[in-house]
């Protein structure tokens, strides 16, 4: 694999700082809504992937309350923002041909390193040499060249607590994996704020997409950070609810369309979204995992349109949203 050679000028890292004037002409040929898109990991990549298809302005709020994997052993011990969701949520919105999304996706399979991806330890040592995780974010979009900018849902990294059948369970991993009805959501420290950056993308967003994704763990992690969901209840954009496929064994068990919207309201104080998208092709998925149905009767009650579609990947090993047909119908939507 053949790199880029080294800019003509740059910082420590060899990264250039100044602007583009080719990006920045492609990026100010983009026409379409400004988007916001809500969440983490796989699920909110997935949505970036289907907003790219429409949008002329593309933000992506995410969590930073992710303990698992990589991203759990790196952000304690360097003091930094997960990197993880942020690292997946970069690639998706970069080029497919672009030398550094295959260095930043790539992942050590052993030795000292192993289950570590590169690209959040380029992340990391970015943060480092530029002395703050905005700034080594910023030179990561440089390196990249995404089509649209990630945003930390906030500037610190933060805890996820959970009541789980009246017992409080602490951290993203151990709430995902729990069993349970979950009747309180809140992060750590409580007196966080969110990123002005993270608000701003929302209140100039003509759509604000949430889901998909795990519901407490990546969704509702954004949502509980104080000022994400005044934010989007001030907002006068189209709010959409991009439902899940299938079930997640743990935290939302037996729950249909209806209990995840019911879930997202009641828990962070949300306006009810303008259309809740799901799927209307059939699954077949093994127990105790269901497919997620969502009865325009019962959805109604809420004010909530049901707008349903086939989104199923028809390639995928597994059940997740494919880009074109979930971007088609998100597009009909702003």
């Not at 330890?121 to 649209?148: H, K, N, T, Y």
């Not at 750590?188 to 100039?204: G, L, M, N, Q, Y």
């Not at 997409?209 to 990546?218: A, E, H, K, N």
């Not at 074109?324 to 702003?334: H, Q, S």
């Amino acid at each position: 694999m053949t790199l880029p050679g080294p800019p003509p000028r740059g910082n420590e890292a060899g990264v250039s700082l100044d602007p583009d004037p080719l990006l920045e002409a492609l990026e100010g040929a983009r026409s379409g809504p400004a988007v916001a898109a809500v969440g983490g990991g796989h699920g909110l990549a997935q949505a970036l992937g289907a907003v790219s298809r429409y949008a002329g302005t593309i933000n992506a709020v995410v969590t930073v309350a992710d303990d698992g994997g990589s991203s759990g052993r790196l952000a304690p011990d360097l003091g930094i923002l997960p990197p993880g969701d942020i690292r997946q949520c970069l690639l998706a919105l970069t080029p497919d041909d672009s030398p550094w999304k295959r260095l930043f996706d790539y992942r050590f399979s052993d030795a000292d390193v192993a289950g570590h991806s590169l690209g959040n330890l380029l992340i990391a040592a970015l943060a480092d040499i530029e002395g703050s995780f905005e700034g080594g974010l910023r030179l990561a979009e440089q390196m990249l060249r995404p089509i649209g900018s990630v945003l930390p849902a906030a500037g610190q990294r933060l805890l996820l607590d959970a009541v789980v059948d009246d017992a409080t369970i602490t951290g993203q991993v151990a709430i995902a994996e729990s069993r349970g009805h979950i009747s309180e959501l809140m992060v750590r420290p409580a007196e966080v704020d969110a990123s002005p950056r993270a608000v701003e993308a929302i209140a100039e967003a003509d759509q604000i997409v949430l889901g998909p994704g795990s519901l407490y763990t990546s969704i509702m992690a954004v949502l509980v950070v104080p000022g994400i969901v005044e934010a989007i209840n001030a907002s006068p954009a189209k709010l959409v609810y991009v439902c899940n496929l299938i079930t997640q064994d743990g935290e939302t068990l037996g729950m249909d369309g209806a209990d995840h919207l019911d879930a997202l309201i009641s828990l962070t104080g949300m306006r009810s979204p303008n259309a809740i998208v799901a799927n209307t092709t059939t699954i077949a998925i093994e127990p105790p995992l269901t497919a997620v149905l969502a009865d325009e009767e019962t959805i109604a009650t809420y004010g909530v349109d049901v707008v349903g579609a086939d989104l199923v990947d028809p390639v995928a090993t597994w059940p997740r949203h494919d880009a074109a047909r979930l971007g088609g119908v998100l597009a009909r939507l702003v």
